[in-house]
């Protein structure tokens, strides 16, 4: 029997929102079977990192906070993917945000007030759409390819973190260790559930999916951006400025990273930390592309990463499963994704392969 790809005569819906479902059980099944041969629990592996955050009631705010900066970041990814503006550098963008927003607070540091922490707010998106205005006046001005522009300068974002946090921000009371003071009361995050760990950056992420939503969907800019990703040509006749959405695509997606920062640092960091970059910018390329773009699909791609953070912890805990599993779980997801969605556009069909000697 040989596996042929019979071209569709039009996309498949069902297919575009089925393969997401394929890639995550297919990752469960080959994460499964990998880390048997490898000589770890692999099945046990999978009941920890993908049903046991689940199942457990306790862990359900942690994967609200987990999953809240990579709906943030998500659907930030996703205005510049619909525009076809890869913007790959959101970790730094997310990093600079928290610094933005850290720097408000050290310099608001003993002072009271309700207005600090929306000021941090502020400052954490402004510092990240400031950032990614780097590649898109590279790109609008200079032509250079944004992928390698802003993947790069996330680089940079972390070496100017360590800077600050060894030199210039050092807690003077904190025995030489290299982080930032602990934030006050004014500029931490309330909790919104008592008892719990849920603050007040979950709820505003499902806020801020839903108000894109409407925008993308229901506005003269989610309309350009459609048209600017899908028919450039058509969105120059239309009269459409190429340049102004790349602009607008990149400070929104690196404004909302910014944003996913500073709930970050001010509130389960607390205050700023060398190891404030934990990858979210990357893990949320997944988030984008698992949700399709669109920001309710995000929504839920977001928790489901969250529940392979989660589950990633407890797997380690428990089983003694490697740090690294988790990334590759992540990986093999997005591989999967990509792989299967050749199905969108294509039928399998399946021939024998004396019918294939005849056709040839």
Known sequence: MLIE????????????????????????LAGAIIFSLIGHDGFGAVRKIFLAPLLDTYKWQDLGVKAAPLILIGVGLAIGFRANVWNIGAEGQYIMGGLAGTGVALATWGMTGWWILPLMCIAGIVGGAAYAGIPA????????????????????????????????????????????????????????????????????????????????????FGFQIRVVGAAPAAARYGGFNTN??????????????????????????????????TGYGFTAIIVAFLGRL???????????????????????????????????????????????????????????????????
Not at 192 to 214: K, R
Not at 342 to 349: A, E, F, G, P, T
């Open 137 to 220: 006046f590279l790109k609008t001005r200079l032509n250079v390819n944004e992928i390698l522009s802003s993947l790069m300068l996330t680089y940079v974002a972390i070496q100017v973190l360590y800077y600050l946090m060894r030199g210039p921000w050092k807690d003077p009371d904190g025995f030489n260790f290299p982080q930032t003071r602990l934030f006050t009361d004014d500029q931490i995050l309330p909790t919104v559930i008592p008892s719990t760990v849920v603050h007040l950056g979950v709820p505003l992420a499902f806020v801020v999916a839903i108000a894109a939503w409407f925008v993308l969907s229901r506005s003269v």
């Open 294 to 360: 669109h920001p309710i699909g995000i929504v839920l791609a977001g928790i489901i990463l969250a529940v392979t953070y989660v589950g990633g912890e407890l797997a380690q805990s428990s089983i003694g499963l490697p740090a690294a599993a988790t990334g590759v779980f992540q990986a093999m997801m997005l591989f999967f994704l990509l792989a299967t969605d050749v199905l969108v556009k294509y039928r399998i069909r399946f021939a024998s392969a004396a019918k294939a000697g005849d056709a040839a």
């Open 5 to 28: 790809l019979e071209k569709r005569k039009e996309p498949s819906k069902a297919m575009l929102y089925l393969t997401p479902v394929i890639a995550v059980v297919a990752t469960m």
């Open 244 to 277: 102004k959405t790349i602009w607008a695509a990149l400070l929104a997606g690196g404004g909302l990273a910014g944003f996913a920062g500073i709930l970050e640092a001010a509130g389960p960091f607390g205050q700023m930390v060398p190891q404030f970059p």
